[in-house]
Nanobody, 125 residues
Framework: QVQLVESGGGLVQAGDSLRLSCAAS????????MGWFRQAPGKEREFVAA????????DYADSVKGRFTISRDNAKNTLYLQMNSLKPEDTAVYYC??????????????????WGQGTQVTVSS
């Protein structure tokens, strides 16, 4: 089992920055690909970013490329999402997720088997 707890969300203005953290406990965090997803009211959960176990592969959604940066610190069992130049359309609940060690299709939420409870990010215009 892996437990994931997100933090760092909040209310900010357009153009501001936020850094989300996802603290992991349980088995072998450093072995798992990790991802960030988000879900806005009335919309489906969507892929934001993902990172392989050692950071050698990183994927971003086109909507956040150049503004968001995913990273991980395996020594601290923590995943991060640095969000810059935030826009009102970034408003959503943000979730971190862990995938099986063999998982490769990072953009698909169905393949992730552990999820955090989410943290709200609200960007005002």
């Amino acid at each position: 089992q892996v437990q994931l707890v997100e933090s760092g969300g909040g209310l900010v203005q357009a153009g501001d920055s936020l850094r989300l953290s996802c603290a992991a406990s349980g088995r072998s965090f450093s072995s798992y690909p990790m991802g960030w997803f988000r879900q806005a009211p009335g919309k489906e959960r969507e892929f934001v970013a993902a990172i392989s176990w050692n950071g050698g592969r990183i994927d971003y959604a086109d909507s956040v490329k150049g503004r968001f940066t995913i990273s991980r610190d395996n020594a601290k069992n923590t995943l991060y999402l640095q969000m810059n130049s935030l826009k009102p359309e970034d408003t959503a609940v943000y979730y971190c997720a862990a995938a099986p060690v063999y998982y490769r299709d990072y953009v698909k939420a169905i393949g992730y088997n552990y999820w955090g409870q989410g943290t709200q990010v609200t960007v005002s215009s």
